[in-house]
């Protein structure tokens, strides 16, 4: 509806797992990193873990355009699956034509692609989102996946990601031997607050509107207070403050548009009143307080030290 208005070529804040808009914070480069070593370096198992919205969809997808050709992947959406069709998920994933519909018949073909891949040099790997809600014995399965190996390597790597439960949930005893099997573990924590300035600019130069419109710095200090630094809702947030600011054709999302957009998002129930985050933007303050109170201490000491010295001493006279 705006993009026009405001010179862009696409919306710069939709909430779909677009990779294109991905912006890489250290901590968004760290976990494409070590998924990244994780199927490299043939390591079997790796878990990835962060809260609702913190990107981690759109780094899985993110890291599947980036995988050498040799890697052949599977990406499981909907993981409410029994442990069945999880393994027919995987193996229709991969094109293969198994004959019959047993368990084991789907193991053995899933078996003699993986053994063909290594012999070629290449691997395979399968990543399932949403795994917290993969019922304990569909996560069995998922271990018993682990041992198609050969006596070196692993054939199979398997990425587990999920919302914080995933960590509860493998921590149930009858998971214990999944749980000791992931090697690597990575929690996606939200932005902080120059990671916020910069993911908001890096999604408007994607969208062409790098230099047609502007979120001023009490702006952005808005955005995430009530995002708290979590992706999604920084997109949702500035979405609604574009739409805002076009009803008032204005291509600077000030302070006062910023507020009406949060004050209408409150208002559908997106956001929460007085949700603030973790490490509040008045934290860069600090230090200037700090000093302040340096100087008064300081102040405080030269006007009263004489006094003081002069008590002390008139004490010692007496004495």
């Known amino acids: 509806m705006y993009e026009k208005f405001f010179f862009l070529t696409e919306k710069p804040f939709h909430v779909t797992p677009d990779p294109r808009f991905l912006y890489l914070s250290k901590k968004h480069s760290e976990a494409i990193d070590l998924m990244s070593f994780g199927i490299t370096g043939r390591k079997g198992f790796t878990m990835l873990t962060g809260e609702v919205g913190t990107g981690k969809t759109t780094l899985c997808r993110a890291l599947l355009e980036k995988l050498p050709k040799k890697i052949e992947s599977a990406l499981i959406l909907n993981p409410v699956l029994s442990d069945h069709e999880l393994l027919q998920t995987i193996t229709g994933d991969f094109g293969l034509n198994v004959e019959g519909s047993t368990v084991k018949a789907h193991l053995d073909k899933l078996n003699e692609f993986l053994l063909k891949k290594a012999t070629e040099g290449g691997g395979a790997v399968v990543i399932i989102d949403e795994a917290q809600n993969l019922s304990p014995k569909t996560l069995e399965m998922v271990r018993l996946l682990s041992n198609l190996e050969t006596e070196k390597e692993k054939l199979l790597q398997i990425i587990l990601v999920g919302q914080p439960e995933l960590k509860e949930k493998l921590g149930l005893p009858e998971l214990r031997q999944l749980n000791q099997r992931i090697i690597i573990r990575y929690h996606l924590d939200p932005l902080d607050y120059s990671e916020t300035d910069a993911y908001i600019k890096n999604r408007l130069k994607i969208a062409g509107g790098a230099d047609t419109v502007s979120f001023p710095s009490d702006s952005i200090i808005e955005v995430y207070k009530r995002s708290c630094g979590i992706p999604r ?62 100087l008064i201490a300081l102040l405080a000491g030269i006007l009263l030290g004489p006094l003081v010295l002069s008590l002390a001493a008139g004490t010692i006279g007496a004495n």
């Open 233 to 294: 809702m920084i997109n949702i947030i500035c979405d609604r403050a574009l739409t805002a600011a076009f009803v008032d054709s204005k291509r600077v999302i000030d302070l006062k548009i910023m507020r009406k957009a949060l004050d209408e998002l409150e208002g559908d129930g997106y956001i929460r009143p007085q949700k603030m985050s973790p490490i509040p933007a008045y934290a860069r303050y600090i230090p200037h307080i700090a000093f302040s109170a340096f």
